[in-house]
Structure formats: structure tokens, C-alpha cells
């Protein structure tokens, strides 16, 4: 089955600094990729997704590449602000009923 | 509003004492998920449902029951809890059971205890 690793587990940046967390995929089969967002004590979001005939999207300040060589896609968050501290997590998909998820990176916004 | 309601949001119980974790949601979606989420581990899917009286295996479903007689209302049953069913679980649905064609739309989450 497909897996996802996710790194880093923790992140803590200076607010106004990017962030950027990286996932790799193992299913070369897997077309979707979306994001989440989950902020204390709720349920995770989705925050934006890619999908594999598209190599970068971007909504405001967040954006997500995707690599399908290398089988890798990243989310980077610029600008960033304290309500970006959340966990964020990736996710994996071939479009059929299963979507895999990362093991979720700690994002902290120092003020 | 659209949501998904789980409860109860905290359960504390004890090891072999059936519980059931309660799931609804309000958009008619098809497909229905449980997670749990433990940390390093991520979100690892326990069952889901495509449609009414149709639920499968997930990654992670031993120990673990399902049911969907209605499609609004998806419930998790634990009938011999043990402490490695610790966790934080969530609930999901989406309109179409095919990744990709809309969002997952999660509740938020049950945390559960079993001494």
C-alpha cells in the first residue's frame, strides 16, 4: 500500500519567516495530494491540494509543489502568522477510495 | 451549518467495557470514515463506508465495529476496549467516496482513555 512520509515532526519559525514541510509518496500510481490543516482541539481541514498533472498551485500565502520524478510534494507558507501554528499533515491518494495520510508536522509561530 | 458531530468528545473507561462513539453528519455524504490518530503515527484509517449497509476494512480495524444503517449516521463500537485503543479519534465524510472530488469534512475528534 501506499506510504507517506513527512518531515520535519516539528517546525518553529519567526513570525513574518516561511515554513516549509516536505512529504514523500511510494505509490507512483498516487494523482492526489491535498493538505491539511488541524488546529487544537478540532478536526483536520483541507487547506489546499494538487493534483499530479499540476506542478505548483498556489492560494494566498500558502502554496504546494509537487515533484512526480522524485515522488515528493511539498507545502510552503510564507508571511507566516501566529493562527498558521497548527498540525499540518499530507496526504496521498490514487483516487479511489483511500487516502493515506503523514505522520503530521507541529507547526509553531514564534511572535 | 454542515458539520460532523461525534460523541462524546472525552471517554474515560475501563479495559473490556463496551462503548460506543457516536457519528452524524448533515450533508448526505456517501462515504464515511473513522480515524484514529496517535502521535508519530498520523491519521490511520479504521473502516469506512461507501453507502448505506456497505462499510470495509481500514488500515488499522482490529478490535473495532461498525455500522451504517442510515446515511447520516456512522458509530464506532468498541466491544472489549483494551489501553492500546488510547487514542484520539475522528470521524469524516465526504460526497463521493473517490479521493479528490471533494474534501474529507472531519468532527472534532473523540478522545478516549482505557485504564
Known amino acids: 500500500g501506499e506510504n507517506v512520509e513527512q518531515h520535519p515532526s516539528t517546525l518553529s519559525v519567526q513570525e513574518g519567516d516561511s515554513a516549509v514541510i516536505k512529504c514523500t509518496y511510494s505509490?507512483?500510481?498516487?494523482?492526489?495530494f491535498p493538505w491539511y490543516k488541524q488546529e487544537l482541539g478540532k478536526g483536520p481541514q483541507l487547506i489546499i491540494d494538487i493534483r499530479s498533472n499540476v506542478g505548483e498551485k498556489k492560494d494566498q500565502r500558502i502554496a504546494v509543489t509537487l515533484n512526480k520524478t522524485a515522488k515528493h510534494f511539498s507545502l510552503h507558507i510564507t508571511e507566516t502568522q501566529p493562527e498558521d501554528s497548527a498540525v499540518y499533515f499530507c496526504a496521498a491518494s490514487k483516487g479511489d477510495y483511500k487516502l493515506s495520510f503523514g505522520a503530521g508536522t507541529t507547526v509553531t509561530v514564534r511572535a | 451549518e454542515a458539520q460532523v458531530t461525534q460523541n462524546p468528545r472525552y471517554l474515560i473507561t475501563v479495559t473490556g467495557k463496551k462503548l460506543t462513539v457516536t457519528c452524524s453528519q448533515n450533508m448526505n455524504h456517501e462515504y464515511m470514515s473513522w480515524y484514529r490518530q496517535d502521535p508519530g503515527l498520523g491519521l490511520r484509517q479504521i473502516y469506512y463506508?461507501?453507502?448505506?449497509?456497505?462499510?470495509d476494512k481500514g488500515d488499522v480495524p482490529e478490535g473495532y465495529k461498525v455500522s451504517r444503517k442510515e446515511k447520516r449516521n456512522f458509530p464506532l463500537i468498541l466491544e472489549s476496549p483494551s489501553p492500546n485503543q488510547t487514542s484520539l479519534y475522528f470521524c469524516?465524510?465526504?460526497?463521493?467516496?473517490?479521493?479528490?472530488?471533494?474534501?474529507?469534512?472531519f468532527g472534532n475528534g473523540t478522545r478516549l482513555t482505557v485504564t
Open positions: 463506508s461507501m453507502n448505506v449497509e456497505v462499510t
Open positions: 469524516a465524510s465526504s460526497f463521493d467516496k473517490r479521493q479528490g472530488r471533494g474534501p474529507l469534512h
Open positions: 505509490d507512483s500510481a498516487s494523482n492526489y
